[in-house]
C-alpha cells in the first residue's frame, strides 16, 4: 500500500534540547524514502520513530552546517551494517564535497557500494530519479554557507470516471488500454478518447526549504506546492537576527506560503532561544500572513500529505473523485 507522508526526525535548530533533536525529516512517497538533512542524532531518532536504513532511497542535504549533516555518518555506517542492497542517492551542494567526504567516511567500518554521489551546483539542477514516481529538483537559496532547497513532484495524470467507462462500454483490459493510448474502439464500435472518460489528475509536490532568507530560490520551491516544509526559526522580533544569520521568521515563513499559494505549511527549526510556552507565538505570527492550514512540527511527528487537488472538468462544472 502507498504510503506518503513526512516523519519529523527533529525539529531543533542549532543547539538541540531536551524536546527537540537536531533536525532530520523522512518524507515517504509510494515505497521510497527521502531523508533530508539528517543531523546528529538521526539514527536513533529513526528507531524511536519506527523505521529503518532499509526505508531510505535518497539522502538529501541542504547545506554542511551541523545541525543539517552530522547524522551522515551514522546513517551511512547503518545502512552498510544493516546490508541495504537498494541504491541510496545521496545529493548535497558540490562545493561542500570536503564536507560530505568528511562525513562519509567519518570512522573505520564495513563500507557499503550502495551510496550514490549526486553533487548539486548552479542556481538549479534536475536530479536524475530514474524510475522513481517522482522528480526532484534543487535550487539555491540564500544562507552565508551555500545551500539548497529541494522540490519533489509527482507527474501530472488523470483520474478515470468510472460512469463514464461503463456508459461506453470500456471495462477489463480496454481500461489500460485507453489509459495507454488515448483512443480505443468500444465494443459496440464506437471510438472513446481519454479525455471522455477521465479528468486531469495534478501531480502532488512537496517543497523542503531550510536555512535561507527570503528569496527568488524560496518562493519558486514553494510555488504551487501542496506541502511547504520550510524553517521557521525566529519570531518577528528578533528579524534583524535572521537576516544577519540567513534565516527565517514565522512571519517570513508564512508569506513564502500565501505568495505561493501552498496548500499546507510545515513549520520547523526553532532556536533553542525560545522556551515551550513560546510556541503558540510561532502560530499566532504565521497565520496573521497565511489563511491556509499550519502544522508547527514536534518530533516524531507523522503529518500526512493533504488531500489531493482535483482540477473541476469543462463539461458540466461537476467534480469528479477518483
Known sequence: MSVRDLIVLGSASAVPTKARNHNGYLLRWDGHGVLFDPGEGTQRQMSRAGVSAHDVTWICVTHFHGDHCLGVPGVVQRIARDGVEHPVDAAFPASGRTYWERLRHATVFRDTDVVRERPVSGERMRLDTGDAPFTLEARRLS???????????????????????????????????????????APDGRTVTLEECSVPRPGQK?????????????????????????????????????????????????????????????????????????????????????????????????????????????????????
Open 143 to 185: 544562507h552565508p554557507v551555500e545551500a539548497y532547497g529541494y522540490r519533489l513532484e509527482e507527474p501530472d495524470g488523470r483520474t478515470m470516471l468510472p460512469e463514464e467507462l461503463a456508459a461506453r462500454g470500456v471495462r477489463g483490459p480496454l481500461i489500460r488500454r485507453l489509459q495507454e493510448e488515448g483512443r480505443i474502439t
Open 206 to 322: 512537496v517543497a523542503f526549504v531550510m536555512d535561507t532568507r527570503l528569496c527568488d530560490g524560496a518562493r519558486e520551491l514553494a510555488d504551487g506546492v501542496d506541502m511547504l516544509v520550510i524553517e521557521s526559526t525566529f519570531l518577528q522580533e528578533d528579524a534583524d537576527l535572521a537576516a544577519e544569520y540567513g534565516h527565517l521568521t514565522a512571519a517570513q515563513a508564512a508569506s513564502v506560503a500565501a505568495e505561493a499559494g501552498v496548500q499546507r505549511l510545515v513549520l520547523t527549526h526553532f532556536s533553542e532561544r525560545y522556551p515551550a510556552e513560546d510556541e503558540h507565538r510561532f502560530l499566532d505570527e504565521a497565520s496573521a500572513v497565511f489563511g491556509g492550514e499550519i502544522t508547527l512540527v514536534h518530533d516524531l511527528d507523522r503529518i500526512s500529505m493533504p488531500p489531493r487537488r482535483l482540477n473541476v472538468p469543462e463539461r458540466g462544472q461537476e467534480s469528479h473523485h477518483g
